[in-house]
């Protein structure tokens, strides 16, 4: 039977409906980025008056145990008190120059010492933008258009990349958006996520076509799905063999599955790669980078144009440095210990609640798919069920637990998260997961 922790007496939203009927004049679903608008799961969106370490504090004053960190960036906790120290500074030496800075090559070399695959790299302004740049760098240097992607990858907003998978195995992509072009969204090919032979497949009537194969080596887009064994060694070994680059996008996975990365978890050396979120340290900051030969052709060296004015930024590029300096191994410890716990802790839930559910982490980036026994793939992540997950969601976030408004989101932990918030959190798993059984 479980503990039911009584519903607290002052979960009021009152403040955030009415923010958000005021936004929704302002912007498109009152958000400036769309699953914020918790159209997944219903019900009125938070709106966050400040975060201190693990707690974001809503504009009713609720305050809420963080595990979406900004969608990935926050993982030492919010305002942590060297990051802020550092952007105060940056902001007094001025906030953008558009001209070069020391900063961005000690930036640089503190990005090469966790990820020694990225000899040459560009800073940009977002993860998008710095797919975006991997991939025209790999069409530039390969002389080639077609990319192949994975059906419930994300990486940004391009045109080309907002593609799911077609009805055939060997189609060409159709577009996930209003907007596109077919003829852009023709030129990506999507593939199986977890499936290598299909990546085989594709290749091969493709032939001498496929720049550049790019995946989230942990996919953390349709929720947390780990590459099975030997997925991205078959990756690697095809891409080779076909003449295509590996793009690893590690804007997700980067500084988080470890500090270098899930390249450095699976020990697999991409072509290029694609990094953002906790490399800006909560602010808006992308890099993509890569084997030197394909770095040199952007320009001004090469041929393959691709700018932004604030790309490197001072305070950005502060930040990041403030941020990954902390990315010590103890970190990672104390980060995969609480993400362990929360698996153990979960999975006796889930048995004593005697609900099918699977629980995918890789350190501490985690997602519950509940109502499915095991999620490898974006079919089976898609089967999940979406009123026990907006049931769940909403019980968790009235007692206090903030969870991303989605079942296909990755959760994550920083290392403000300790013993008090874990077990506030399994206490309202317990009661959340037993309204699902009807306990
Ligand atoms: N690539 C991956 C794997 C992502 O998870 C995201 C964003 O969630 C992006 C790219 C796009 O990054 P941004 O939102 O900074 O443009």
Redesign the pocket.
Known sequence: MASRTRKPAAVSTKRSAKALRRAQNQFPGGVNSPVRAFGNVGGTPRFIARARGAYLTDIDHNMLVDYVGS?GPMILGHADPRVVKALREAAGRGTSYGAPTEAESELARIIQSFFPSLEMMRFTS????A?MGALRAARGFTGRDKIIKFEGC???HADYLLVKAGSGALTFGVPDSAGIPAAMAGLTLTARYNDAAHVEGLLKANAGEVAAVIV?PVA??MGCVPPVPGFLESLRTLSRKHGALLVF?E??TGFRVSAGGAQELYGIRPDLT?L??IVGGGMPL?VYGGRREIMEKIAPLGPVYQAGTLSGNPMAVAAGIATLKQLRPSLYKRIDNYGERLEHGYRELLARHRLTAAFNRVGSMFTLFLGVGKVNSFETAARNDRDQFRRYFHRMLELGIYLPPSPFEAAFVSAAHGSREYQRTIRAADDALGLLNGA
Do not use: F, I, L, P
């Open positions: 969608w977002s993860g998008t933008e797919a994300y990486h940004g989230e953390g887009n996008d804007v997700m694609c953002g979120k992308g």
